[in-house]
């Protein structure tokens, strides 16, 4: 049986102010872990579109992105289940507006935490992935990409979805 290899695509936010990083804190199979504020990609949208609207879901506050922090591998084996996932994770940094309160935190979320980088760095086991500190690391490493080197082709937003 041939079977083709389908990881999954993510995007996350990597939100900094006054020296303390926005993460979510999120009911998982695993438990209750810390991430950045991250999802899937959804058909039809870009990357830097598919951040915003993530950040936004989880965090209730609109987020611009304006570099692409970097591109991620990542690989993860449920020991429940032997699901084996690989996700390749786009992490954008940017401009964070206001709290929206009359939005509320998607599903899951518990809450938002500002975390100084030393409390990232200290709270590892508490991840949901290694990527949450490494994408921090690279931002204060002061790593940063212009978004156009992620293209999307006009066809990702107006093709309409293949029959199932």
């Not at 992105?65 to 699901?83: H, K, M």
């Not at 709270?123 to 790593?143: F, K, N, W, Y």
Request: hydrophobic share 40%.
């Amino acid at each position: 049986m041939d079977t083709r290899w389908k990881p999954n695509v993510t995007v996350a936010a990597i939100i900094e102010k006054n020296g303390r990083y926005l993460l979510i804190e999120e009911h998982t199979q695993e438990g209750l872990r810390l991430n950045n504020p991250a999802g899937h990609l959804d058909p039809g949208e870009s990357p830097a579109a598919g951040c915003a609207r993530e950040a936004l879901e989880e965090t209730a506050h609109p987020f611009t992105p304006t570099a692409l922090v970097g591109i991620y591998l990542s690989r993860f084996q449920r020991l429940a289940t032997g699901e084996d996932i690989t996700y390749v994770r786009m992490a954008f940094c940017g401009e964070i507006g206001a709290l929206q309160t009359h939005l509320s935190l998607d599903e899951g979320i518990e809450r938002t935490l500002w975390m100084t980088p030393e409390e990232v760095r200290a709270s590892a086991a508490r991840h949901r992935s290694p990527l949450v500190l490494q994408c921090i690391e690279d931002h204060l490493a002061g790593q940063r990409f212009p978004l156009q080197v992620i293209y999307t082709d006009p066809a990702v937003a107006n093709l309409p979805p293949l029959p199932e």
